[in-house]
């Protein structure tokens, strides 16, 4: 059973920053962001593999969200720049043995955090 652990959520003003993080409590293949805003259903915003160059930006997010993990590979961030009112999004972190280079799914991640609330202000 792997555990996650979210934190770094917050409020922030359009065009601000956040930079959420996942600490997990046993490696696994591909750690993966969704979130999932008021109305909203449930998007995959970015995933990485082993390997730093294994990663997926949703297009939604792309240029402007940065994926990233530790070397232990245990945490992985999620860098949220340039950040705008349609970002408001609870944020969970998933961890699962696959990674996909064009797309994420919720079906192939087994743990997920408890979620971070993001939230962005006009």
């Given amino acids: 059973q792997v555990q996650l652990v979210e934190s770094g959520g917050g409020a922030v003003q359009a065009g601000g920053s956040l930079r959420l993080a996942c600490i997990a409590s046993l ?3 591909s750690m993966s962001w969704f979130r999932q805003g008021p109305g909203k259903e449930r998007e995959g915003v970015a995933a990485i593999g082993i390997t730093a160059d294994r990663t997926y930006h949703a297009d939604s997010v792309k240029g402007r969200f940065t994926i990233s993990r530790d070397k232990n590979k245990t945490t992985v961030y999620l860098q949220m720049n340039s950040l705008k009112p349609e970002d408001t999004a609870t ?6 043995p696959y990674w996909r280079p064009d797309s994420v799914r919720a079906t192939d991640y087994r743990y997920w955090g408890q979620g971070t609330q993001v939230t962005v202000s006009s």
Wanted: with cysteine; net charge neutral; charged share 0%.
């Fill in 91 to 96: 944020y969970y972190c998933a961890a699962g």
């Fill in 27 to 29: 490696y696994t293949y």
